[in-house]
C-alpha cells in the first residue's frame, strides 16, 4: 500500500465549475500538508499549504485536512481552462529543512471552455 | 517569481557522456536541496537530500555513485549524471525551502534524454 493515494484522473470539468481533489495517506504522523500544481514540462508550483487538521482558504483555491480520517481535500471554485494542470498532495512529518515530501501520484484536471 | 532556479530545463546527448544539472536558490541561502526524478505521468520519487557542506543523502535504490551531488555554496547545488544511459532518460527537479518550517519550492525540472 502506497502511503499517499491520489486518483490520477483525468479529471474533466466545465468551466466555472467546482473542482474537487483528495488524497488519501496511511502515516499518521503526516503534519503538514501542501497542494501543489504542476504544468507540463514544468516544475510543481505551490499552491497551498496547511498544518494539523482544518480549513484553509485563499482566493478560489481551499484546503481541508480531517487528520481523523486520514483523509485531505482541494477545491477550486470558478474553474478556469488556465487550472487545467495536474494537482499534486504533499504531505511531510516536519517542517525543517529536512523534511522529506510525500507525494501522491498527482490527478490531472481538464477545464473545458 | 521563481524562487529556485534550475539549469539546463533540457538535455540531449549520446549514452555515456556525464550531465550536470545545477540548482540554484534566488535571493536566499539553502543550506538543504532537495532532487526529485519523474518519468511521465508518476510522481516525484525523492533521490536524495544536499547538504551544503557535507555528504549528500541518498535515498534507498540511488546510486551515488551514478548520481553525483555537490552542494558548495548555500545558493548552489548540482547533481551530475555519470555516465548517463537511455534508462536515466527522465525530469529531474530540485527544491528548496527559502526558511526553516517552510515548505519546499521546486525549480521548473531538467529533462534529460540519453540516445
Known amino acids: 500500500q502506497k502511503e499517499v493515494e491520489q486518483d490520477p484522473g483525468p479529471l474533466s470539468v466545465p468551466e466555472g465549475a467546482i473542482v474537487s481533489l483528495n488524497c488519501t495517506y496511511s502515516n499518521s504522523a503526516f503534519q503538514y500538508f501542501m497542494w501543489y500544481r504542476q504544468y507540463s514540462r514544468k516544475g510543481p508550483e505551490l499552491l497551498m499549504y496547511t498544518y494539523s487538521s482544518g480549513n484553509k482558504e485563499d482566493g478560489r483555491f481551499t484546503a481541508q485536512v480531517d487528520k481523523s480520517s486520514k483523509y485531505i481535500s482541494l477545491f477550486i471554485r470558478d474553474s478556469q481552462p488556465s487550472d487545467s494542470a495536474t494537482y499534486l498532495c504533499?504531505?511531510?512529518?516536519?517542517?525543517?529543512?529536512?523534511?522529506?515530501?510525500?507525494f501522491g501520484a498527482g490527478t490531472q484536471v481538464v477545464v473545458t471552455p | 517569481g521563481a524562487v529556485v532556479s534550475q539549469h539546463p530545463s533540457r538535455v540531449i546527448c549520446k549514452s555515456g557522456t556525464s550531465v550536470k544539472i545545477e540548482c540554484r536558490s534566488l535571493d536566499f541561502q539553502a543550506t538543504t536541496m532537495f532532487w526529485y526524478r519523474q518519468f511521465p505521468k508518476k510522481s516525484l520519487m525523492l533521490m536524495a537530500t544536499s547538504n551544503e557542506g557535507s555528504k549528500a543523502t541518498y535515498e534507498q535504490g540511488v546510486e551515488k555513485d551514478k548520481f553525483l551531488i555537490n552542494h558548495a555554496s548555500l545558493t548552489l547545488s548540482t547533481l551530475t549524471v555519470t555516465s548517463a544511459h537511455p534508462e536515466d532518460s527522465s525530469f529531474y527537479i530540485c527544491?528548496?525551502?527559502?526558511?526553516?518550517?517552510?515548505?519546499?519550492?521546486f525549480g521548473d525540472g531538467t529533462r534529460l534524454s540519453i540516445l
Open positions: 527544491s528548496a525551502s527559502i526558511s526553516t518550517g517552510k515548505p519546499q519550492h
Open positions: 504533499a504531505m511531510s512529518e516536519r517542517t525543517d529543512s529536512w523534511g522529506k515530501l510525500q
